[in-house]
């Protein structure tokens, strides 16, 4: 299927960051006085920032969730030194874009993350357009965020391909009717992210690079 578009997920998809916000909830959390198993943290990583906290401690009041996503927010740009992007990352957005394909950040971070994460990747020489947390109310897995990429991609569901590491990533890309692929990048195994919807699954980006034929028609090729 020849495509338009390839949308990408940027946390543990790009750049690899997941387990720093890992850290930065098991940290504010603690501080909240809900201390949570990290790997607890890590399952739910990659969705709305509200729906993880319900699933892990429960509902709280909204002062509560306030304080602890600033915190957060805090920790995780407190380590903004140790992001780097994955081996391949940028090469495989430059690839993407050299064949003509609008390739869109899809992606619910906060703005001064994203600027964090697009510092880290080093390749806005080949994106076509990103979002950020403004975009939408809730994040995935709700397909919002990926309604508002195809805008900004000027592409319908068919002619777009999703790529991230997350099965929230791949639950949005079904509800959105985008085609999606699953990267191992981010800590998810292979058959969660099949099971999710995936069409295929790669290891991460330098993989997918090798063997993007498999899942990409350019409009060029």
Known sequence: MTLSAVLFDVDGTLVDSNFLHVDAWHRALAECGAPTDAWRI???????????LR?????????????AKELHSRYYVEQAHRLRAFEGAADL???????????????????????????????DDAIHA???ADDVATAKPEPGILEVALQRAGAGPSDALMVGDSTFDIVAAARARVRAVGLLS??????????AGAVAVYDDPAELRRRIDEVVISPEG
């Open 42 to 52: 890590h399952r739910g990583i990659g969705q709305d920032s509200a729906r993880l």
């Open 55 to 67: 699933a892990l401690v429960g509902e709280r009041d909204e002062e509560w969730t306030k304080h």
């Open 93 to 123: 957005l430059r690839e993407l874009a050299g064949r003509g394909l609008r390739v869109v950040l899809a992606t619910s971070a906060p703005s001064d993350e994203l600027d964090l994460l697009r510092k880290a990747l080093d390749a």
């Open 130 to 132: 990103t979002t950020n």
């Open 186 to 195: 981010g800590g998810v195994g292979p058959s969660e992210l099949l099971e």
